[in-house]
């Protein structure tokens, strides 16, 4: 069993939230008292000085990432030791899961465009992690590798890694995918060029469209810049919008 042992009410607030959105038997106790004999596993403050059994796995909580803590308690608990993989499944928003080992501790859904801090921020304090990200939506996908940073990556065949959502999964096609491609093993890869499709610059255009206020779409060159990364949508729009004006020549009223 977890025990959590702490005089820091910020370690104790954070880690035993954690533990019961994680649905784990725990008990806590204060520093100074008996530990319950069925103790496999103590959280205890960083920095905090408390005595623990001898036969007793000891947790470190840092009051700014309970989530961390309770992770490490659980896979001690369970005897598991595992790499780190950050799966990704990329599009718009693409989904992201975190595995130690075989067990899924996080899973996220993001713009694209902060799909590289989450992923960071996962795997910080990790030893020797690995992301794996899906070949699909090359675009977004290729982004999102020259993102991340200090981390090594495979590109992963996604091809049937999205499972059949039945009713009242709607939504959580794209977490589970990334669940999926971080179990897949892939290519290693620095960075992606990609040269996209009139498909895809087509798409691009019919998303400026459906964005503008005045349903109009962005022009092919515009369309290439937002393909390579170097605008949003809405910078392209507001580029284009700006075209529009420069070429209605200077405003009348203007003295």
Same mark, same amino acid.
């Given at each position: 069993?977890?025990?959590?042992?702490?005089?820091?009410?910020?370690?104790?607030?954070?880690?035993?939230?954690?533990?019961? #959105?994680?649905?784990?038997?725990?008990?806590?106790?204060?520093?100074?008292?008996?530990?319950?004999?069925?103790?496999?596993?103590?959280?205890?403050?960083?920095?905090?000085?408390?005595?623990?059994?001898?036969?007793? #796995?000891?947790?470190?909580?840092?009051?700014?990432?309970?989530?961390?803590?309770?992770?490490?308690?659980?896979?001690?608990?369970?005897?598991?030791?595992?790499?780190?993989?950050? &799966?990704?499944?990329?599009? #718009?928003?693409? &989904?992201?899961?975190?595995?130690?080992?075989?067990?899924?501790?996080?899973?996220?859904?993001?713009?694209?465009?902060?799909?590289?801090?989450?992923?960071?921020?996962?795997?910080?304090?990790?030893?020797?992690?690995?992301?794996?990200?899906?070949?699909?939506?090359?675009?977004?996908?290729?982004?999102?590798?020259?993102?991340?940073?200090?981390?090594?990556?495979?590109?992963?065949?996604?091809? +049937?890694?999205?499972?059949?959502?039945?009713? +009242?999964?709607?939504?959580?096609?794209?977490?589970?995918?990334?669940?999926?491609?971080?179990?897949?093993? +892939?290519?290693?890869?620095?960075?992606?060029?990609?040269?996209?499709?009139? &498909?895809?610059?087509?798409?691009?255009?019919?998303?400026?469209?459906?964005?503008? #206020?005045?349903?109009?779409?962005?022009?092919?060159?515009?369309?290439?810049?937002?393909?390579? +990364?170097?605008?949003?949508?809405?910078?392209?729009?507001?580029?284009?919008?700006?075209?529009?004006?420069?070429?209605?020549?200077?405003?009348?009223?203007?003295?």
């Amino acid at each position: 069993m977890i025990v959590v042992a702490t005089g820091d009410f910020e370690v104790y607030h954070g880690v035993v939230t954690e533990l019961r #959105d994680r649905g784990v038997t725990f008990t806590t106790i204060e520093p100074d008292d008996d530990w319950p004999e069925e103790t496999e596993v103590a959280v205890v403050a960083a920095g905090e000085d408390v005595e623990v059994p001898e036969d007793v #796995d000891v947790v470190h909580a840092d009051p700014d990432r309970p989530r961390r803590a309770v992770e490490a308690a659980i896979e001690t608990l369970r005897g598991e030791t595992g790499r780190t993989v950050v &799966g990704i499944d990329p599009g #718009d928003r693409p &989904g992201i899961a975190v595995l130690h080992g075989e067990m899924v501790v996080a899973t996220f859904q993001v713009p694209a465009a902060d799909a590289a801090d989450v992923v960071g921020r996962e795997v910080e304090d990790a030893v020797d992690p690995l992301v794996r990200v899906g070949d699909g939506a090359r675009l977004v996908g290729s982004r999102v590798i020259d993102d991340i940073e200090d981390v090594p990556v495979e590109l992963v065949d996604e091809t +049937g890694t999205t499972p059949y959502l039945g009713s +009242g999964a709607r939504g959580m096609g794209d977490v589970l995918a990334a669940v999926n491609i971080a179990r897949l093993e +892939g290519e290693e890869i620095v960075s992606r060029d990609v040269e996209p499709t009139p &498909g895809e610059l087509q798409r691009i255009k019919d998303r400026s469209r459906e964005a503008s #206020d005045t349903n109009r779409a962005i022009d092919a060159e515009l369309a290439r810049r937002v393909a390579d +990364g170097d605008l949003t949508i809405e910078d392209a729009l507001a580029e284009h919008r700006g075209e529009d004006t420069d070429r209605d020549g200077p405003d009348p009223t203007e003295r």
